[in-house]
């Protein structure tokens, strides 16, 4: 039977939403890949899953529009957390995913604020091809890198436009070093409560937002010392805010907004 979508973006990174609550989950590896293709498909970064769950309000599968999968997406987290705050007429709700249960909140201001769990900093974890320390890699400009429940890797540069993202960004995606590939982060810091970030985002390329490359960033800076525990990150397409006390999980906040709904049809479902 077709099945219906809803499009979203935070500030620009746009993403799908798909609700199969009541339905098996029509969404692989192939059809996101399909519905991915923005001349052909749907378009999107990422799309994710809404399957029914017995102790969260919902389980989020997600995929890149590459058809690749990933355990966290914090843009289509928060667009999944709106549609079930406004469908029930309630401000939170928790979130089963691969990188566990993730509470959400509607701010007094709309916005949607994710606990997105502890980064991970053991090599094995992002993971790396070898035993390192992750606060400082042992590449060319001295990356950092961490986990978001998907590979982060974070430069920090003096200046953002003399940085070919869409040279570099490539090329470090695809580095031996990530067995998984990775994101790509250019960090320019404006000021200890606040950096701009530009992103290669891995399977997807330059994009305007990205609510885990946010976490991953300011995760990194607050690591070495650069940042204080509240963030705001300025991207290409807007701003969230990034909380971190070092210790335990990272919060993210920041808006979501429905660009259209529509339906996916039998014809293309069964490709």
Not at 29 to 43: E, P
Not at 211 to 222: M, R
Not at 238 to 258: C, H, K, N, S, Y
Request: with cysteine; hydrophobic share 40%.
């Amino acid at each position: 039977m077709p099945l219906g979508f809803h499009k979203m973006h935070a500030n620009g990174d746009d993403f799908v939403v798909v609700d199969s609550r009541t339905s098996p989950n029509p969404i692989a590896s192939n059809l996101a890949g399909l519905l991915g293709d923005r001349n052909r498909g749907i378009g999107f970064n990422q799309i994710a899953v809404m399957l029914d769950c017995d102790d969260a309000d919902a389980r989020l599968m997600f995929w890149n529009a590459d058809g690749s999968s990933l355990d966290a997406c914090g843009s289509a987290t928060r667009g999944a957390a709106d549609i079930l705050m406004r469908e029930s007429d309630i401000t939170s709700v928790a979130l089963r995913t691969n990188r566990g249960l993730l509470t959400c909140e509607r701010t007094s201001t709309g916005a949607i604020s994710v606990n997105m769990g502890k980064p991970l900093f053991n090599w094995s974890d992002i993971p790396l091809a070898l035993e390192m320390d992750t606060s400082v890699l042992p590449l060319a400009g001295d990356p950092a890198a961490c986990s978001m429940g998907n590979p982060h890797c974070t430069y920090f540069v003096d200046d953002l436009s003399a940085v070919e993202i869409a040279t570099i960004g490539p090329v470090i995606e695809t580095n031996p070093l990530f067995p998984l590939r990775t994101n790509v982060h250019f960090v320019q810091i404006i000021d200890p409560e606040h950096i701009r970030l530009r992103i290669w985002e891995r399977g997807g390329g330059i994009a305007l937002g990205s609510g885990s490359c946010c976490c991953g960033a300011a995760v990194n800076g607050i690591r070495r010392g650069f940042l204080d525990n509240c963030v705001e990150v300025e991207c290409d397409g807007g701003a969230v805010t990034v909380q971190w006390d070092g210790v335990g999980p990272v919060f993210l906040t920041g808006p979501v907004e429905t660009t259209f709904s529509g339906i996916i049809t039998d014809t293309l479902l069964k490709i």
